[in-house]
């Protein structure tokens, strides 16, 4: 029991530290908890997408302030209209699989990862994410491990690498 707390230990520093979110270059420390945006600038983005519902990156800044306050469910249906008008947008796919693992639809977070890697199949965080969903939310370490390593192979450099190779280690030896 105590080696599978390793593992979510490490996935929980791994996602902390470098977020799920493909737009976010910079990340602040496992620690920090996004600030939840006050009712009245999420209302901007609101309105500012639904004055122009033909622009996509309206419904992506929505999606995406509803992300980082934590409305993963909001999110989804933003996400789910930027991608009416965009629907090869990967940042956007990760980010929508990333929120349906938010409000604990697993298998949806999976499609939507899957559906990324079937436009582009080296997109390293599509990789990831659904390497950490796969190993920490379905714990099918068998088919996470496979992502891990592309992502590592698509990425080497990555922030993140020595934590995934350590979490690699960790599912191979069955911990």
């Known amino acids: 029991m105590r080696k599978i707390g390793n593992i979510i230990v490490v996935l929980a520093v791994a996602i902390g530290a470098f977020g799920c979110q493909q737009r976010k270059e910079e990340q602040a420390p496992a620690t920090y908890a996004p600030p939840v945006q006050p009712q009245a600038d999420i209302s901007q983005f609101e309105r500012a997408a639904k004055a122009s519902p033909q622009n996509k990156e309206g419904w992506i800044n929505l999606g995406n302030v509803l992300m980082d306050s934590q409305r993963y469910g909001e999110a989804v249906d933003a996400y789910q209209k930027?991608?009416?008008l965009d629907p090869k947008n990967l940042p956007v796919l990760v980010d929508m699989g990333t929120c349906y693992r938010g409000i604990g639809k697993f298998d949806k977070a999976v499609e939507a990862y899957r559906k990324a890697l079937s436009i582009n199949p080296n997109f390293p965080n599509a990789h990831r994410n659904l390497g950490v969903v796969l190993?920490?939310?379905l714990h099918d370490n068998k088919k996470a491990i496979p992502e891990?390593?592309?992502y590592l192979d698509l990425a080497p450099n990555a922030p993140d690498?020595?934590?995934?190779r350590e979490t690699i280690q960790m599912l191979s030896a069955g911990k």
């Open 135 to 137: 190993a920490n939310d």
């Open 82 to 84: 930027a991608l009416e």
């Open 161 to 164: 690498a020595g934590t995934i």
């Open 148 to 150: 891990f390593q592309k």
